[in-house]
């Protein structure tokens, strides 16, 4: 078998390679495409993230999403998250009135509850529509640092589903999350520590004793708790502290119903 040589290989030259298309690789390219740089993104996954994952949008992103003429399409689509309350046994107007607190500092007061998989959803959609194209199923697989040699580039070597690809670009930006490809390959450390406590997430709905429009922080006798709605009538991710490593759906529902007062 004869061995392909790097340099033989489909290349693409561009000015920014931005590997991993979260919301912020898919941001990084969009800003890019805006400004007219060439940017290519690529990430392993096939598509916009189907989960809910991370869901608040706060009022400064929604001020960058309105640069890019994005923010009336996150409003339409959104859940106004206006007030903090904390404790069960309060009544459903009590709390503080985030948006209250915010009127005067920013044209979007409050939070938009707007699930990542939908952020992505818009900001691919975005960038197709600027004419630049999302390499999905494609895995970094080595990256070399050639800026300081002729030619300054970044040389990266992409796997997608018809065989190798290279990219060279004058900046790599690594945007691929906790387990960075990028981060990996160029040794990169990842510094931090991790909490040791172990907290379950769930995204419920019909969930009973929640106002509506409002996050809550509740403690009980042996766990504490938060909720962000997502949409009317009990829809709303639950997030709660798990009183040992393992966890099961019953066990913190019931966690949730018996502690925190929420059925």
């Known amino acids: 078998m004869t061995a392909v040589r ?5 290349t693409t030259d561009t000015d920014v390679l931005v590997v991993g298309a979260g919301p912020t690789g898919l941001m990084a390219g969009l800003v890019l495409a805006r400004t007219g740089l060439s940017a290519v993104v690529a990430d392993q996954k096939s598509g916009p993230t189907r989960e809910s994952r991370a869901l608040a949008v706060q009022p400064r992103t929604m001020e960058i999403y309105d640069q890019l003429g994005l923010a009336e399409r996150v409003i339409s689509g959104a859940y106004r998250a206006v007030r903090m309350q904390i404790g069960h046994r309060a009544p459903a107007s009590s709390g503080v009135g985030i948006d209250r607190v915010q009127q005067g500092a920013t044209r979007f007061p409050g939070i938009q509850i707007f699930e990542q998989s939908r952020n992505e959803e818009l900001l691919a959609a975005a960038l197709t529509e600027s004419g630049r194209e999302i390499l999905w199923s494609h895995r970094l697989i080595d990256l070399s640092d050639a800026t300081s040699e002729p030619g300054d580039r970044v040389v990266a070597l992409l796997e997608g589903p018809d065989g190798l690809i290279r990219v060279r670009a004058r900046w790599c930006i690594g945007a691929d999350g906790a387990s960075s490809a990028v981060r990996r390959i160029l040794n990169v450390p990842f510094e931090g520590v991790t909490d040791e406590a172990t907290f379950w997430v769930a995204d419920v709905r019909g969930l009973q004793g929640l106002p ?16 962000f709605p997502i949409g009317p009538g009990g829809h709303a991710r639950l997030v709660s502290l798990a009183l040992d490593d393992h966890v099961d759906q019953d066990a ?3 966690s949730a119903r018996d502690d925190l007062g929420l059925a």
């Open 6 to 10: 790097p340099e033989d290989l489909p």
């Open 212 to 227: 509506d429009h409002t996050m809550t922080m509740r403690f009980g006798k042996s766990t504490f708790g938060l909720t």
């Open 252 to 254: 913190a529902l019931a």
